[in-house]
C-alpha cells in the first residue's frame, strides 16, 4: 500500500507554529519507518481546517480518487479536517474504498463500521472544538466592549497596555499625532502638508516607516480618538483616554469632506494687501502692482468693465488703520475690563460644580436608553440597523455631554476667557493701528471682519458678532430696507463708550 504524508498547521505566519511542521515531518517519517509503510509524497499546508477549501487538501483527495495511493498518514484526524464537509468526505472514500487505511501515531483506526464511528467522533470532537473555541473568543471581545475596551492593535498615538488591555497614550507620538488634528482643522493644510510636517517632526510609525497619506486620512477617520472605537461596524463607547474633543474630529471630517483649504500665495512683503479685498462694484478681487516706485492696488476687472480706481497702498494703509482705530479699546478700558473679568472668573468657579452635577442625569439616563436600546435588540422588537443608527446617535451624544462635564471640571470660565481674549485683541487693534506693520494691519482687518471690499477708496466691511459692539457703538443691527436685501453695516451715530451702572450700551441723544 502506499501513503500521502499529510503536514498542516492552522496559520500561514512565520512567528507562530514554527516548528510545527517540522516536528510532525520527523515523527510521521519514524512511524512509518518503524511501521514498514510507503510514503509517495510529502504534502504540506499552512492553512486553518475550520472551513472547507484547503487546496492542498483538496488535491490529495483527488490524487487518491485517481490512484496514486491507497491511505493517509497524519499526526491526528483534527490534522484532516475541523469540519463536517471534509470529515464527510473522508468517510466517503473510506466506503468506497478509495482510501483503504488510515495511519496516525496517537489514534487508532481500522475501515470497520467501529473504526468509522470512531473517527466520525474524532473528527466531531475537532469541529466541537474549534466551535468552542470561537464562542468563547466572541464572548470575551463581547465582554471587552461592554467595558470599552477595544479589540486589536491600538491605533498611532496609543498603545496596548497588556497588563489591563486597555489603551493608553503613547509618549512618544501622542502629541504629534494630537497635532495633526488640530492643524488639520484649522482648513490650512493638505495631507500632503501633513506627510512634510510629520517627516519634519520626526513622526514615524510603530515599524518606523514614514506616514503614507492614506494612513494620515484613516488616523483622521478614527472615531477612536475622540473616545469611541467602531468594532464590526458598530460605535462603542471607550474607557481610554481621548485624544482630541469631538467637535475637533467633526471638524476633521467636514475638511475632509470638503476636499478644500485655503490657497497661500506666496506674496513679497510689499504687497501686503493684495488679495485680500473684493471690489465693492464688480466683485473682483483687488490686485496690485508697481508703478513709478509705489505699489497702487486696483480691481482686476475680469467680469467685463468697473469704473473702480487705481489707490495708492498708504490711503489704502491708512483706510484700514481708521478701521483697526474704530474698532479698538484703549489701554484704560482694557485693563478695567480685565479685572471686572477677573471677579467674574471666580464666581464662575463655585457655580461650575453646581452645572457639572446637573449634568449627570442626563449621562446617566442616556445610559439607561442604551441598556434598554440593546434589551429591544436582543428581543428582536429592534432590527439590526435601525438598532445600530440609534445607538451611534445615543454615544455620540453622551460623548459631548461627557465633554462638557469635563469642560466644567477643567475650565468652568472658558467663555469668560474668551472674553479676556477679546478684549485683548480690541486693545492690540488700536497698538496695530498705530504702527508701520502692514501685513499685521491686513492680517487683522480679516479678524475683524468679513466681506471685505474696496470702493471709492474705502474699505468696507462687516465686522463679525463680537466686533459690532466697537465698530457700531450705538447699532448693532445691519440695515435691512423693506423687501430688500441685507446691507454692509454702516453707523447711523459714532459715540464713545460712558460707563454707568451697569455694562448696558446706550445711544446718545
Known amino acids: 500500500m502506499k501513503y500521502f504524508l499529510y503536514l498542516r498547521k492552522s496559520t500561514d505566519e512565520d512567528d507562530k507554529q514554527v516548528l510545527s511542521?517540522?516536528?510532525?515531518?520527523?515523527?510521521?517519517?519514524?512511524?512509518?519507518?518503524?511501521?514498514?509503510?510507503?510514503?509517495?509524497?510529502?504534502?504540506?499546508?499552512?492553512?486553518?481546517?475550520?472551513?472547507?477549501g484547503r487546496p492542498v487538501f483538496n488535491a490529495m483527495l483527488a490524487r487518491i480518487e485517481a490512484g496514486e495511493a491507497d491511505g493517509i498518514i497524519a499526526w491526528h484526524p483534527d490534522r484532516l479536517a475541523r469540519n463536517s464537509v471534509d470529515g464527510g468526505r473522508i468517510i466517503f472514500l473510506i466506503d468506497t474504498l478509495a482510501v483503504k487505511a488510515?495511519?496516525?501515531?496517537?489514534?487508532?483506526?481500522?475501515?470497520?463500521?467501529?473504526?468509522?464511528?470512531m473517527l466520525n467522533i474524532a473528527f466531531g470532537q475537532s469541529k466541537y472544538f474549534v466551535d468552542n473555541l470561537s464562542e468563547n473568543v466572541k464572548r470575551g471581545l463581547r465582554q471587552k466592549l461592554r467595558r470599552g475596551e477595544m479589540p486589536g492593535l491600538a491605533p498611532l498615538g496609543y498603545l496596548n497596555d497588556l497588563r489591563t488591555h486597555t489603551l493608553i497614550p503613547d509618549p512618544k507620538r501622542f502629541k504629534q499625532v494630537k497635532k495633526i488634528f488640530v492643524d488639520y482643522s484649522t482648513r490650512k493644510y493638505s495631507l500632503r502638508d501633513l506627510r512634510e510636517l510629520?517627516?519634519?517632526?520626526?513622526?514615524?510609525?510603530?515599524?518606523?516607516?514614514?506616514?503614507?497619506?492614506?494612513t494620515i486620512q484613516l488616523a483622521l477617520s478614527n472615531p477612536c480618538y475622540y473616545g469611541a472605537f467602531k468594532y464590526n461596524g458598530e460605535l462603542h463607547e471607550g474607557k481610554h483616554r481621548p485624544?482630541?474633543?469631538?467637535?475637533?474630529?467633526?471638524?476633521?471630517?467636514?475638511?475632509?469632506?470638503?476636499k478644500s483649504?485655503?490657497?497661500?500665495?506666496?506674496?513679497?512683503?510689499?504687497?501686503?494687501?493684495?488679495?485680500?479685498?473684493k471690489c465693492g462694484e464688480c466683485g473682483c478681487t483687488i490686485t496690485s502692482e508697481v508703478q513709478k516706485g509705489h505699489i497702487y492696488y486696483r480691481c482686476t476687472k475680469k467680469k467685463g468693465v468697473c469704473s473702480q480706481k487705481y489707490i495708492r497702498e498708504e490711503k489704502l494703509a491708512d483706510s484700514i488703520s481708521g478701521i483697526l482705530q474704530k474698532s479698538s479699546l484703549s489701554a484704560p478700558w482694557a485693563n478695567e475690563m480685565i479685572k471686572i473679568l477677573e471677579l467674574e472668573k471666580a464666581e464662575e468657579t463655585q457655580g461650575a460644580e453646581a452645572w457639572r452635577k446637573k449634568l449627570e442625569p442626563e449621562i446617566?439616563?442616556?445610559?439607561?436608553?442604551?441598556?434598554?436600546?440593546?434589551?429591544?435588540?436582543?428581543?428582536?422588537?429592534?432590527?439590526?440597523?435601525?438598532?445600530?443608527t440609534k445607538k451611534e446617535e445615543f454615544i455620540n451624544l453622551k460623548t459631548s455631554l461627557n465633554e462638557k462635564s469635563k469642560s466644567f471640571s477643567a475650565k468652568p470660565y472658558h467663555w469668560l476667557e474668551q472674553a479676556e481674549k477679546f478684549i485683548l485683541d480690541a486693545k492690540q487693534a488700536g497698538i496695530i493701528a498705530l504702527s508701520e506693520n502692514l501685513p499685521a494691519k491686513g492680517g487683522f482687518l480679516g479678524k475683524i471682519g468679513s466681506n471685505l471690499a474696496l470702493k471709492e477708496g474705502e474699505v468696507i466691511i462687516e465686522p463679525k458678532e463680537?466686533?459690532?459692539?466697537?465698530?457700531?457703538?450705538?447699532?448693532?443691527?445691519?440695515?435691512?430696507?423693506?423687501?430688500?436685501?441685507?446691507?454692509?453695516?454702516?453707523?447711523?451715530?459714532?459715540?464713545?463708550?460712558?460707563?454707568?451702572?451697569?455694562?448696558?450700551?446706550?445711544?446718545?441723544?
Not at 515531518?25 to 492553512?47: H, N, P, W, Y
Not at 483649504?261 to 479685498?277: D, I, S, V
Not at 434598554?372 to 428582536?380: E, N, R, S, V
Request: aromatic share 8%; net charge positive.
Open 102 to 117: 488510515l495511519k496516525f501515531p496517537t489514534f487508532w483506526f481500522e475501515p470497520t463500521p467501529q473504526g468509522k464511528f
Open 21 to 52: 511542521l517540522e516536528a510532525q515531518e520527523a515523527e510521521l517519517k519514524e512511524f512509518a519507518l518503524r511501521d514498514g509503510l510507503d510514503i509517495v509524497a510529502v504534502l504540506t499546508e499552512s492553512q486553518t481546517a475550520k472551513c472547507p
Open 466 to 509: 463680537a466686533w459690532k459692539i466697537l465698530y457700531f457703538k450705538t447699532n448693532f443691527a445691519p440695515f435691512r430696507p423693506a423687501g430688500g436685501k441685507e446691507r454692509p453695516l454702516t453707523p447711523k451715530a459714532c459715540t464713545e463708550m460712558l460707563p454707568g451702572s451697569d455694562s448696558n450700551r446706550r445711544p446718545t441723544r
Open 198 to 214: 510629520t517627516i519634519s517632526a520626526g513622526l514615524l510609525s510603530r515599524a518606523g516607516n514614514i506616514l503614507s497619506c492614506s
Open 261 to 277: 483649504r485655503p490657497k497661500k500665495r506666496k506674496l513679497g512683503h510689499l504687497h501686503a494687501f493684495r488679495g485680500l479685498l
Open 364 to 388: 446617566n439616563a442616556i445610559s439607561e436608553k442604551l441598556n434598554k436600546l440593546l434589551d429591544a435588540h436582543l428581543d428582536g422588537t429592534l432590527d439590526k440597523a435601525e438598532y445600530l
Open 243 to 258: 485624544m482630541i474633543s469631538r467637535k475637533i474630529f467633526e471638524e476633521c471630517q467636514k475638511v475632509m469632506k470638503d
